[in-house]
Each structure stands twice: as C-alpha cells, then as structure tokens.
C-alpha cells in the first residue's frame, strides 16, 4: 500500500527511522484489512510489535497522540493483528514471537522530532 501524504506520512517515515535505529526489525508498513490498518509492524527481540503512529505538531495540539487511540481504534488494531498473525503464522512459529500493541508518539517542530514509545500501551 501506498504510504500516507501529509503530516501522518512524514510522522511515520521519521517512526521507521527511530524504530529502525533502536534495533526494530520493519515487516511491514500500512498493512490494511477489512477490519483496520496498522501503521507498522515489527520484530524486536522475541516480540511481533503492532505499532500505532500518532504524528503531532507541538504548538498545535492540545491533547497527545496517545490519547487519539481509543477503545474503537484499538479493537480495529486488535483484529487486524489477529488477521495478521493467522495469515502468517509461520513467522511465528518460526520465530516464536509473542504480539505486543504499542504506541509511538512522533511530535515534530520546524528543526527536530521528539519521540515517545509506549510499549504494551493496550
């Protein structure tokens, strides 16, 4: 899938890099089925991460990015994920990874970008 224009894409251009640089293996990006899209999916260590990105402007909002993921977000998110593993499950038998849902915030001013990860965040 093509990956989002605007603000969400960069946020999640700079996620990849930082997610890259901090040892995450990227399986897939933008990974959509009928019941939701996940932003990212990655290895670390033992782990199959399913990674929401949320892309904030510091001088523009007023609340968090994690505060956008609500019960409905994270029960598409959860689906999806189930989608995921069941249609690729040698992966996981392979590697044994156990699922982890986090959560990364991207807070991006006119010189630099902030970071945030919530691992396990639901």
């Known amino acids: 899938m093509a990956k989002p224009k605007g603000l969400g894409g960069k946020g999640e251009d700079l996620a990849l890099e930082f997610l890259t640089d901090n040892g995450f293996i990227i399986l897939e990006r933008n990974f959509s089925s009928r019941f939701g899209e996940i932003d990212i999916i ?40 189930e989608y995921f593993m069941v249609t690729h ?31 396990n965040a639901f």
Do not use: H, M, W
């Not at 904030?56 to 977000?73: H, L, Q, V, W, Y």
């Open 42 to 81: 990655a290895k670390e260590e033992n782990y199959l991460c399913f990674i929401e990105v949320k892309t904030r402007t510091k001088d523009k909002n007023i609340a968090s990015g994690f505060e956008a993921i609500g019960i409905s977000k994270q029960r598409k998110i959860l689906k999806t994920a």
């Open 89 to 119: 499950k040698k992966l996981l038998e392979e590697d044994k990874l156990q699922p982890r849902f986090d959560c990364l915030e991207v807070n991006i001013t006119d010189i630099s970008a902030d970071f945030e990860l919530i691992k």
